[in-house]
Structure formats: C-alpha cells, structure tokens
C-alpha cells in the first residue's frame, strides 16, 4: 500500500468518524448555547437511538427509513419528556442542570439495561461491501455514514439560518431576555431546540449502529468526545462544533494510523489543554460578556 | 467483607479487583476462586487464592504453536486493551508466538476505542495474522469486522476467553468464517453436556464459557469442605484442596497444576480446546494440555 493511499485512507476514516462527532457536538453544543445546560445524558440519546434502530432494522427486518424515522421519533419523544420532568427545571443552572444530566444519564443506560439485557446487538449493513478506487478502499457502510451525517449538518444549517425557528434560537442563544422581550417565545424555543439535540445525537446513533455493535453502554465515550469538542470548538458555537469535531476525527485518524493508538488520546487533550491556555473561549466560541 | 466474616469469594472478579484485594483476603483467611488471568493473582504469598479457569499463561504456548504448526502466519499482529489484563496478555502472548517461530507485533488501545480503522490500517500493512485474544467478545468482533471491511484476508487467531458466540454475533458469519478460537469447554463430553444442558433449562440459552469452570472449582471446594469437615476454618479447608486430584466435576476429573509457574499448585488442572469457526459454527480442531495441542 502507498502513503497516498494510506493518507486518503486515513482522511476518510476521520472524516466518518469526525462527522459522527460534529453530530453529537452540535447537539450537545446547541443545548448548551440555548438552554445553558451542560447535556451529560446526550451520548445516551445516542444510545437510545442506536437501540432502537438496532430493534426494529436488525431485529425486526422494518424497512430501513422507517427504522430511522421511528428509532429518531421515538428518541425525540423521550428527549421532551425529560427536558419536561427533568432539565427545564434547570435552564440556566449550569452546575445542578449538568450534575441532572448525569442522573438522567444513568437512568437511561440502566433502563435500557434492564429492558434488554447487557449483551451486544449487531445491526446489518444498510450497504455492505466496498468501493475500491484506485487502491483505497472505502467500505460502504462507512460512506454512508458519511454521507448521512453531511446531509443532517446541512439540514440543520439550513434550519437555523433560514428558517423562522432558527432565527428564535439564534436570538435566544445570544441573550433569551431580549429575546422574549422582542416577543420571541422562550418556552417554546428551549424544548424545540433540546429535541433537536437529542435527535441529532439520536441519528449519530443510528448511523453508527450498523458500523460499530449496539449496547447499553456506547453512550459515555461519544458524550466525552462530544464534550471534548464543544471545549475546543467553543461551548455554544456551532461551527466551533463542526471545526472540532473534524479535527478531532482527523487527529485520531492520522495518530492512530501513523503513530499509535494510545498516543491519538493523548494528543486530543494536548489540544483542548492548549485551547483552554490559550483561547478559553474556543476557536470559535464567542467571549462571555462580563458584567 | 472480611468484618463481616466472608470466608469464600468465587465469582469472575477480573486481575485488577483480585490483585487490589490480595493483601486483604490473604491477611483473612478468604479463599478466592476468580477470573484473573494475571500471574500476580497466584503464589506462594497469596494461600488462599486459587483460580478454577485456564488462563492465557496456560493456554497460550501449545495454542499458538499449534496455530502456527497449521497456518502460514509469521508476521501476526495483537490489538489489547491498554490495561492490566491487556499487557499481561500481550507480553505472554508475544513469548508464545516468539517460542512459536513467529512475530507478534502488539498495539495497545484505551478501552472504550470502538473504532479500529485507523490502528487496523496501519498494522495489516504487513502482517499476515491477526491475533485477537485478551479482548472482550465485542470488541475482537468489532475489530474482525472492521480488519474485513479493510480487505483483510489472512487468518484469526482468538488465543483467549470464550468469545466465539458473542464475536460471531457483532462480526457476523461471513466476517468470521475461519477464525480459530480457544474453546474452553468440550460438549462432547457427557458431564459437561449435562451441565450445560441444566444450566440453559434454568437460565436461558446463553451461558458463559467460563460458568462449567466455575462450577467445577465449587465442586472441588465443596469437596474439599466434606473431607475437611469444616465450612468455617478455611486455613484446614484450603489444605485439604491443595491435597485434591481427579475430582469428578462438570469439566471432567480436575486436579491443581502451577507449581512450577506460581510456585503453588492453584490453578486448575483441565484440558482446552482450539475450535475453528466454520459456517457459523465452531467445531473442536485440536484438544490441548499445558504442553500441547493435537
């Protein structure tokens, strides 16, 4: 194999694998940004959504897109409820909401543990095979968690930018007083953007599903990554989401690929060391305004 | 646990849990049947600490030069966990596979990687085997399924654990096919069929490969409590079940083995087995002791 197509290999594999992380960081940032609240329980969304695609596609052979919108729904419904029970109790309450969010975190792993049960589920390829171009070999599944991905960033995008409900976000994101001032419903706003979250994080879990294996515990390390990401990219920033997940993707790739596995960990937090050192509000957060 | 005058642990408390309470279960006279592989977990400072399941370093030397006797790897790779576990298997690992004539390039991971692409990438580039052995069932399936989708075709080792139902369900069958396996136990035989056969009736279809060797150690040890005929005065107990061989239990006739390892004779005398996987199935290829596989 040439390092040519060793290094579009390894380009590939972090772009898959940075894609699912721009996905979890979005939502995660997204109900940051909004709601204030630091998500702890948004990588068990992902697992929710993971679950359920694996029951209904794997287990249950239901066409493939009605897996999805079912898997998605269902986790979207199970994000109102708790942003109803749970986090609109804690909106703007960083530190209870965040230390909430841990509870809800465990209560959702140990539900889905008792429900099903501990062991793995595997869930079939939506595509299966490779697309070989030129020597590189890029397997379909992963393509098309690509591709799913790019679609669900750019759909959001076009749904904050240019849509009604998107400009009410953004306004209650820069400063939800003013924002209710001008008449912008608050209320509304904070579970609309809570359930995006949780279904974005609830598609980043069916796109992995059929890719990696479905348990009750695939929640925590894309919750930390997520986590990881929004530092680096900026708490609250979108695009800061997006930047961060790709690199940190990209830096996994090529750490793991050229150096070694244990080392692409370590690199990771170097960077959100130096980011924080060095622009603590991300690289593309906005400074908080001091009173 | 020791004030409230626990005498026996038998359970699958794994190398980190067995080595961290050592001190405590040797200082109170607890006997401990566990599932650590490590070297550590067994000695002559350690008495009471017995462990009823065939580890890695008994398993590993005839396994891997059997493997190698009847493939054509040479130059074969090792993804493990970065812990405990992961880097004694590694190490014993590499001996065999060294001893076997063969190369085992071991690349370290943190536990919770679920995406091997970028390791698997790099590592295949020369290998002609890949060794998965020391992994939980789910992960050696996941990096199987993600070194095929890589193109790789070479053999599979899984040197370790009872991990082929649960690989063969996240790598699926055709990812699978060909992979060799340890096989911990022997359906064949009539007593650990029988077991097996009363433990799915009362809990399902599902049983660990290691739940038979467990089984066995209580045997031993509730053996062990009649001849001494005591529950309670483990230092007489413990003896007395150094003293045992050819009990009959669900795994066969057992003894202990390991004084020349440990320096104590508490490790479980039992064969093993290498089982390959063919059509979703893994049949038996070679039955093993401690010095061989044939």
């Known amino acids: ?291 | 646990m020791i004030q409230d005058g626990i005498r026996f642990v038998v359970g699958p408390m794994g190398s980190a849990a067995a080595v961290a309470t050592k001190d405590q279960t040797t200082s109170g006279k607890v006997i401990t049947m566990t599932l650590a592989f490590t070297p550590r977990a067994l000695g002559v400072d350690a008495p009471f600490a017995y462990r009823p399941v065939i580890t890695t370093g008994e398993f590993s030397d005839p396994q891997v030069a059997w493997l190698m006797k009847n493939t054509s790897a040479k130059q074969v790779v090792s993804l493990l966990p970065n812990d405990e576990t992961g880097q004694q298997i590694g190490v014993a690992n590499f001996n065999s596979y060294a001893k076997a004539g063969a190369k085992l390039q071991v690349e370290y991971f943190e536990r919770e990687r679920v995406d091997f692409v970028p390791i698997l990438t790099r590592i295949l580039m020369k290998a002609d085997g890949l060794e998965l052995g020391g992994n939980s069932p789910t992960t050696a399936g996941l990096i199987l399924k993600q070194a095929r989708e890589l193109g790789y075709r070479g053999p599979v080792f899984v040197t370790g654990g009872d991990v082929a139902a649960e690989m063969l369900k996240v790598a699926g069958k055709d990812a699978a096919e060909g992979t060799y396996v340890h096989l911990p136990i022997d359906t064949s035989l009539p007593d650990t069929a029988a077991y097996v056969a009363r433990f799915r009736a009362k809990y399902g279809p599902n049983m660990n490969g290691f739940s038979p060797f467990f089984y066995a150690g209580l045997q031993m040890l509730f053996t062990a409590m009649k001849k001494a005929g005591t529950v309670d005065d483990t230092t007489k107990i413990a003896a007395t079940l150094d003293g045992l061989s050819d009990v009959p239990t669900a795994m066969g006739k057992a003894g202990w083995t390991g004084e020349q390892k440990y320096g104590i004779r508490h490790q479980i005398d039992l064969p093993f087995y290498v089982g390959q996987i063919k059509d979703g199935i893994v049949a038996k290829v070679a039955t093993c002791d401690v010095n061989a596989c044939r």
């Open chain 1, 1 to 291: 194999m040439s390092m040519e197509i060793i290094l579009v290999q390894t380009v590939v594999n972090g772009l898959m694998v940075g894609m699912i992380y721009v996905l979890m960081a979005i939502g995660f940032t997204m109900v940051f940004g909004i709601m204030r609240i630091v998500n702890f329980a948004h990588g068990e969304f992902y697992m929710v959504g993971a679950f359920l695609f694996a029951i209904l596609y794997g287990s249950n052979d239901v066409p493939f897109s009605i897996s999805v919108l079912l898997a998605v729904g269902a986790t979207a419904l199970l994000g109102l409820l708790m942003e109803r029970i749970v986090f609109r109790r804690f909106r703007g309450n960083e530190l209870n909401g965040m230390i909430a969010s841990v509870g809800v975190a465990l209560i959702l792993q140990n539900s889905v543990l008792l429900m099903w049960g501990s062991s793995s589920r595997t869930v079939p390829p939506v595509i299966s095979g490779v697309l070989s171009v030129g020597g590189i070999v890029f397997p379909w599944s992963r393509l098309v968690v690509i591709i799913g991905a790019i679609v669900a960033v750019v759909s959001l995008n076009l749904l904050i930018g240019h849509t009604r409900i998107g400009r009410a976000m953004r306004a209650v994101a820069q400063d939800a007083e003013i924002a209710q001032v001008q008449g912008i419903r608050v209320d509304v706003i904070f579970p609309v953007a809570f359930v995006l979250g949780v279904s974005l994080a609830a598609f980043a879990g069916v796109l992995m599903a059929p890719v990696l294996s479905v348990s009750p515990f695939i929640g925590l390390a894309p919750t930390l990554k997520a986590f990881v990401i929004v530092v680096i990219g900026g708490l609250g920033s979108v695009p800061g989401a997006v930047a961060g997940g790709l690199l940190i993707g990209l830096i996994e790739s090529f750490a793991g690929t050229f150096v070694s596995a244990s080392l692409s960990e370590i690199l990771q937090f170097l960077v959100v060391i130096a980011v924080v050192l060095l622009r603590p509000q991300g690289l593309l957060g906005r400074k908080e305004r001091e009173a």
